[in-house]
């Protein structure tokens, strides 16, 4: 007795409902798409702290320095599971130091990464996402009265992240990076450096 009335009563519902909905999703006045829907174009840009260290050839790595980063990073979206873009990350360091001269000047230095990434979703439905990449890293110093001195090699990262949706087209992104980078000169040992970067950056998506 009560299924044949709960039969007629999704009858009647689906009679009643059914080709509004369907005629709403077509034409887009309803959002049928599952959450954390990835698409088309995105743009990220966030701020962090990361922590540097260094070392020449077979030498220990030194204790480590924290200080700001910048991050910026774009590009598309193969599906739902696969984002691919450029990103460039920055560490700054700025100081001041005792000149040749006995009289103090400001330094500054950064270590850059430049390099194409990828970002890998395992669920459809969560923002996890594990990302690599590889390109080119850059050190930097200068000081103030104009000298400055810089290097470039190979770059790599890996990191870990979570897209948290604020709206269709709006993320806020917390994610965990290392980069590693290596510079050789001739005669010289190579200088390594690494970065393990924390960051916090709001990732946008335009379109529909």
């Not at 194409?116 to 000081?143: C, E, M, N, Q």
């Amino acid at each position: 007795m009560f299924r044949k009335i709960a039969v007629a009563l999704l009858g009647i519902a689906a009679i009643v409902f059914g080709p509004d909905a369907a005629l709403a999703q077509r034409k887009g006045l309803v959002d049928v798409s599952p959450p954390h829907y990835r698409h088309g174009f995105w743009i990220e840009g966030g701020l962090g702290w990361g922590e540097e260290q260094y070392k020449f050839g077979n030498d220990p790595y030194n204790e480590g320095l924290g200080k700001p980063t910048f991050g910026l990073r774009l590009g598309g979206t193969v599906n739902s599971h696969v984002r691919l873009g450029a990103e460039w990350n920055i560490w700054v360091n700025g100081y001041q130091d005792v000149g040749g001269d006995g009289y103090p000047v400001d330094v500054n230095e950064t270590l850059n990464a430049v390099m194409a990434i990828a970002r890998i979703y395992p669920s459809t439905k969560l923002g996890l996402f594990l990302k690599g990449g590889a390109g080119l890293g850059i050190t930097y110093a200068s000081v103030d009265y104009g000298n400055s001195t810089s290097e470039s090699g190979f770059a790599t990262t890996l990191g870990a992240g979570w897209e948290v949706q604020l709206g269709r087209q709006l993320f806020l992104t917390p994610a965990v990076d290392w980069y590693q980078h290596s510079f050789q000169k001739r005669d010289d040992d190579t200088l390594y450096e690494r970065l393990l970067n924390f960051s916090l950056a709001v990732t946008w998506q335009p379109g529909r």
